[in-house]
């Protein structure tokens, strides 16, 4: 009896810390992402970067100035 415990806890043992597999964290996308005060993002015309303060977003897109909107 010994035996078959001593068998399924090294099959135990093998399954919890070699083939069971921790769900990843799946990578934020760029249109779900959350920005912090000091983050920074690319023009989307131009491709300056510039703080998220700085920005001006329009049309789900950032911008760096009202020029790069208007060329747009």
Not at 14 to 29: D, G, H, M, Q, T
Not at 35 to 59: A, K, P, Q, W
């Amino acid at each position: 009896m010994l035996k078959y415990l001593l068998v399924i806890g090294v099959i135990a043992f093998v399954y919890y810390f070699f083939i069971k597999k921790k769900p990843l964290k799946a990578p934020p996308s760029s249109k779900d992402a959350k920005f912090e005060s000091n983050d920074m993002v690319e023009c989307h015309r131009c491709g300056t970067y510039c703080s998220i303060e700085e920005t001006i977003l329009s049309n789900g897109e950032y911008y760096c100035s009202i020029e790069c909107v208007k060329e747009s």
